[in-house]
């Protein structure tokens, strides 16, 4: 009986050769199916099957028939078809409760053949295959070593020194990296572990010492500036209260002067600030990077790390932080309502603020600004002389002044009054001058309301 079962066991075909025959197979076909798709160079097309590809096939030759899973306690058959403990004891017992009378011969899921085993545990352990499905759960476990982006399914195995980063054997023999100075693994780990603690202490101290004292000069600037401006349209609203509705308009338009200094104020601050807050955004993601990694102790994965973190710091540190002084106006500290006190309600539409182009724009030179009003007054006058002298014309007041000279001819001392009469003319040349003043004097305001309202009106001054 010994003897048959050992012939049984020699005729037998191993489980394992079953498997690696399969996988050599099918790894073959992979080979030549790639192999006809890519016309690259000789390292290339000769590269092997991916580990996934591997593993996704191994394991469709480690998959229990029954259950669909990987073999747990395989048992052969003398079919050499191979299952699961607890599949054949679940398979025994169903077929001792489908017999009446006797037990009917059991037989192999996969090919039907009758087997005269009397229990599962008399059927032959497959230790060969139970220790090839412990081996890929072991393999399956186990990290995966990352792999080359420009060369497919190559390890990267090897630290570039001269570039600092992880390449595969292909890129130090005949990539970009050729003559450069490489490095272990784990020297390289120990290297770049140490230069770690020193790189994120300065990027910490830099941190908090520079960009966050930025960030609170700037807000502390922004909240001094605010409050100032609405101390002063405090005391614009406690002036104008006291005028009730007939100062309504100008308060609102004085009011509407400091709303626009503020936004001014906020327009030169958010932006910066906006800036800054972007900054911190990008270091506090390198100091998560850093906390996430710094504990790592796969080489691999740490020097993959450590590349990523050394470029975030290198673009970190060569952004430049936003200024945290800004130019503003000298209204801010020196206004004051006390120099309206004198201000009657009639000339209520001459208040206004102080004027300050200097705020957050660049001024013009004052010669090229004198210059620039001579020209404007000068056209002014030319394109609206016309119409004024329109409406009073010199020439007459000349023929009336012959009219009064007639008059004062035909009157020369012919009588005994002629003091009386010189009195009277007197009086004429006297009303005929103040008549010409004042025709000088309404051309002149005519002349200087129209420029006024024209520089009012587009703001020139």
Not at 131 to 155: F, R
Not at 208 to 221: F, K, P, Q, Y
């Given at each position: 009986m010994e003897g048959k079962q050992c012939r049984s066991l020699n005729n037998t075909r191993s489980p394992f050769s079953t498997a690696f025959s399969s996988f050599t197979v099918k790894t073959w076909a992979i080979n030549k199916n790639r192999l006809s798709q890519r016309n690259s160079d000789v390292a290339e097309s000769t590269c092997l099957p991916r580990t996934e590809d591997v593993m996704e096939l191994l394991e469709e030759d480690l998959t229990c028939p029954i259950c669909c899973s990987l073999f747990d306690d395989p048992r052969v058959l003398p079919c050499s078809h191979n299952f699961c403990k607890k599949c054949l004891e679940g398979l025994l017992e169903g077929n001792v409760r489908n017999s009446l009378w006797r037990p009917s011969p059991f037989k192999c899921p996969t090919c039907r053949k009758e087997t005269s085993a009397t229990g599962v545990n008399s059927l032959q352990v497959n230790y060969s295959l139970k220790?090839?499905?412990?081996?890929?759960?072991?393999?399956?476990?186990?990290?995966?070593?990352?792999?080359?982006?420009?060369?497919?399914?190559?390890?990267l195995n090897i630290f570039c020194v001269t570039d600092m980063q992880l390449i595969c054997g292909i890129c130090a023999t005949c990539g970009d990296h050729n003559k450069h100075v490489f490095s272990s693994i784990e020297d390289a780990y120990a290297q770049e572990r140490d230069a770690f603690e020193?790189?994120?202490?300065?990027?910490?101290?830099?941190?908090?010492?520079?960009?966050?004292?930025?960030?609170?000069?700037?807000?502390?600037?922004?909240r001094?500036?605010?409050?100032?401006?609405?101390?002063?349209?405090?005391?614009?609203?406690?002036?104008?209260?006291?005028?009730?509705?007939?100062?309504?308009?100008?308060?609102?338009?004085?009011?509407?002067?400091?709303?626009?200094?503020?936004?001014?104020v906020m327009q030169a601050y958010d932006p910066e600030i906006n800036k800054l807050n972007t900054i911190l955004q990008e270091q506090r993601m390198a100091f998560n990077i850093a906390e996430a990694f710094k504990d790592v102790s796969e080489p691999i994965i740490f020097l993959q790390q450590m590349q990523e973190f050394r470029e975030k710091i290198k673009v970190i540190k060569e952004t430049p932080l936003p200024p945290s002084n800004l130019p503003t106006s000298p209204l801010m500290k020196n206004f004051d309502t006390s120099q309206w006190e004198g201000i009657k309600l009639v000339d209520v539409d001459k208040l206004s603020l102080p004027q300050d182009t200097g705020m957050f724009i660049s001024k013009i030179p004052w010669r090229s600004y004198q210059f620039f009003m001579v020209v404007v007054l000068l056209g002014l006058l030319i394109f609206f002389g016309p119409t004024i002298f329109l409406e009073w014309s010199p020439f007459d007041e000349l023929a009336a002044w012959k009219d009064y000279l007639s008059s004062v001819s035909s009157y020369l001392p012919k009588s005994a009054d002629f003091v009386e009469q010189s009195v009277f003319f007197w009086e004429q040349i006297t009303d005929g001058f103040f008549i010409f003043s004042e025709k000088v004097k309404n051309f002149s305001l005519v002349a200087l309301n129209t420029v006024a309202e024209f520089v009012c009106k587009y703001k020139l001054l």
């Open positions: 220790g090839i499905v412990e081996k890929y759960n072991k393999i399956k476990v186990s990290p995966k070593m990352p792999v080359c982006k420009g060369h497919l399914g190559q390890p020193s790189l994120f202490q300065s990027f910490e101290t830099w941190r908090r010492g520079d960009a966050l004292s930025h960030l609170d000069t700037l807000e502390t600037n922004k001094k500036s605010l409050q100032l401006l609405t101390k002063d349209s405090d005391k614009v609203k406690e002036f104008f209260e006291k005028l009730q509705h007939t100062l309504d308009q100008k308060k609102n338009e004085i009011l509407s002067d400091f709303e626009t200094m503020k936004l001014a």
